[in-house]
């Protein structure tokens, strides 16, 4: 019997079936989150628990979709039942030696333990540990279980063991469900209970009771035994026996009349205050940056492309998208496959869809674009959320930045950090990179004379937005270059990525032209600054050996950058270094055996962005000099690896 025939078959028998992520062939959970939670175990749909169904037609969808889903079944009232979830031998011992009657009803096992179904009682919950003891779990109204064959995150397959009916709670079972339901509902049913110890807020609260206790005298025991009993009734989930004891344990170190003043803290309310201790850090395995687009894009980045109008941060753009879908490299360094989100809330639909059909997008790549307004709203928020998890998106594309935040004085940092707050904390919690494509300022930068004025001063809302995103990379036309050069600048967290990356424009952008266009990496601006260096030294040596002045002067550069390149001429025995380099006998350099014969110049390939005039030297004239080779267009550059 196949899968998607077992959970019909559940469907059938009038079980609200849910499609859960599974096992990813490293071990980890299909939803690709390193830090993930719930492994294998939580809802692959958006709405989760509220789109449980037993509508044939949906779960035949759900299953082609995602055909090694795990299956899920929501308990209480949508079911009927309530399955009792022990996560170890141990608890499941416990559990049979308080409720022996349990023994006879439907059991399945699990990854770690055992499943007992039982005929659900009105009121009954969804509760974690705090009722039947520590690895023990009620599935009720609220919850679901994991149903046979699905695979636990450590490979064990779920399996029925035995062929009963679930069967009606036994007595003392039921007595203490509902009891434990009834004080926990209190006077308005379904409501969650005003003494209600959320997590985040339960170490806090034990410790101050534990004052309390203390500071009337109690003993250590009998603080310990009060803190179970508490932790057990109030916290949810429950903490661990041995934290609990723990916290027993330090209090009871103070005597009662010097116990610390400890504020009563407020209970039932949610907060996201939750740290960790350097032992819990230290335990647990460093997480490793997964790249999305190799040494400056990671997975929950928020980062920022920006250029002055028309520089092409689009045109840049869009080839990462296609890139990313399919797992190619771009610009030569390899992306993470994955869905691509566009939010195109700025061009034309039609110029969009232009685009992608020029760089060849495809049926099969997943790439969705949603055009038009947005507004920068908690409901757009949640939905785009729902659509990244739901759909496994990996790069979101916000297109451009003001359409979509509601700033009004882009200078207010307050506003700039607040509007975009909220769109941080989603690519954190979907672990989606999200870009962001601005503007550069009025003078790209610079002020009306042309001097610069530094990085963040070249982005509207500049200062702010540095400080929020992980990564801004700034797109702009080289200096002296040709028209199709640009430079790429990488400033931010990502200390692996290149600083500047020079590249240039092959093919034609324009809409108007059907004809595909693609990005060449040049190098690296050192490398091509090096090259360009090496090349103005090349050419000023000659036969005659000239000291490292001399060349400087002629080749119009630094004593250090003369230098350098001269002894990179040097060790590619391009040149032939002469002298001791002491006092009176200094190091002088003249051209190498290997220099090639008919030019001067070693990269007369990068002769585009090097200096155009020379000084000719040791009495030669401009006729006397050999004519250099003209280098085809293609061949202009080098492709450097980086």
């Keep these: 019997m196949t899968l998607l025939e077992e959970v019909l078959g559940y469907a059938e028998r009038d079980c609200p079936i849910i499609p859960l992520h599974s096992r990813a062939v490293n071990g980890g959970c299909t939803c690709e989150k390193s830090n993930c939670g719930s492994p294998a175990k939580h809802p692959r749909t958006p709405h989760g628990l509220k789109d449980a169904t037993t509508d044939t037609t949906i779960i035949r969808e759900w299953w082609t979709r995602w055909p090694s889903a795990n299956v899920g079944m929501a308990t209480g009232l949508m079911s009927g039942l309530l399955v009792i979830d022990l996560d170890s031998e141990e608890a499941t ?41 520590e690895r023990i779990d009620v599935r009720g109204e609220g919850g679901f279980v994991i149903l046979p064959p699905s695979v636990h995150s450590n490979g064990k397959i779920y399996e029925w ?65 009060a ?57 647990s395995e460093p997480q490793p940056v997964e790249w999305v687009w190799d040494r400056d894009i ?19 753009a869009y080839p990462l998208v296609i890139a990313v879908a399919r797992g190619e490299a771009f610009l030569d360094r390899s992306t993470k496959k994955g869905a691509v989100l566009i939010l195109a809330l700025e061009e034309h639909p039609r110029d969009v869809e232009l685009r992608l059909r020029k760089l060849g997008m495809k049926t099969e790549d997943p790439i969705y674009i949603h ?17 990244i998890q739901a759909n496994g998106i990996t790069l979101v594309l916000i297109d451009s930045l003001p359409y979509w935040w509601d700033v009004k004085n882009e200078n207010d940092n307050a506003q700039v950090v607040k509007s975009l707050q909220p769109v941080l904390q989603l690519a954190r919690t979907t672990e989606a990179a999200i870009g962001l494509l601005h503007h550069e300022s009025k003078y790209g930068g610079r002020n009306e004379i042309g001097e610069n004025q530094g990085d963040g001063k070249s982005i509207r809302g ?17 200096r002296g270059g040709t028209r199709e050069q640009r430079v790429l600048k990488a400033i931010g967290r990502r200390s692996e990525s290149p600083r500047k990356l020079e590249i240039k424009l092959l093919g034609n952008p324009a809409l ?81 055996s290997s220099a090639p014969h008919g030019q001067n110049s070693i990269l007369s390939k990068a002769g585009s962005i090097g200096r155009k ?30």
Excluded at 308 to 315: I, L, R
Excluded at 614 to 637: C, F, H, I, K, S
Aim: hydrophobic share 30%; proline share 7%.
């Design 613 to 642: 005039e020379t000084n000719p030297g040791n009495g030669e004239t401009e006729a006397q000099r050999p004519t250099p080779v003209e280098w085809p267009e293609t061949d202009l550059w080098p492709t450097v690896w980086i």
């Design 512 to 592: 108007s032209d059907p004809s595909s266009y693609s990005y060449r990496v040049l190098g690296t601006v050192d490398e091509l600054s090096r090259a360009s260096n090496s090349n103005s030294v090349a050419e000023v040596l000659t036969n005659q050996p000239k000291d490292i002045q001399t060349i400087a002067k002629e080749a119009n550069l630094s004593l250090k950058a003369a230098r350098e390149s001269a002894e990179t001429l040097v060790t590619e025995r391009k040149a032939v270094r002469e002298g001791k380099g002491v006092k009176g006998d200094s190091h002088t350099y003249r051209r190498g």
């Design 227 to 283: 803190l179970h009993a508490e932790n057990r009734l109030r916290c949810d989930p429950p903490l661990s026996d041995a934290e609990v004891t723990k916290i027993a344990q330090s209090v009871a170190r103070y005597q009662p009349d010097s116990i610390p003043f400890l504020p009563k803290p407020q209970t039932g309310k949610e907060t996201n205050f939750r740290p960790r201790s350097a032992l819990e850090i230290l335990e």
């Design 93 to 133: 011992r416990r559990f049979l030696s308080t409720y022996p009657e349990a023994e006879v009803t439907l059991q399945a096992e699990t990854g770690r333990g055992r499943h007992f179904y039982f005929q659900w009682e009105e009121g009954i919950r969804n509760h974690a540990g705090r009722i039947l003891g």
């Design 371 to 387: 055009s038009g307004p947005l507004h920068n709203a908690q409901p757009e928020l949640t939905a785009i959320s729902s659509f």
């Design 298 to 316: 990671a997975k929950g980045d928020l980062f920022l492309l920006a250029a002055f109008m028309k520089v092409g941060k689009s045109t840049l």
């Design 462 to 478: 500049g200062s702010a937005l540095f400080g929020i995103v992980d990564q801004a990379l700034l797109l702009d036309r080289r």
């Design 161 to 225: 063991l035995n062929d009963s009916d679930p069967l009606p709670l036994p007595p003392p079972l039921k007595q203490t469900l509902t009891g434990y339901s009834k004080h926990e509902l209190g006077s308005k049913s379904g409501e969650a209970p005003a003494d209600r110890i959320c997590e985040g807020q339960r170490n806090t609260v034990l410790t101050s009771l534990a004052g309390s206790m203390r500071h009337r005298g109690m003993t250590e025991e009998a603080i310990e035994a």
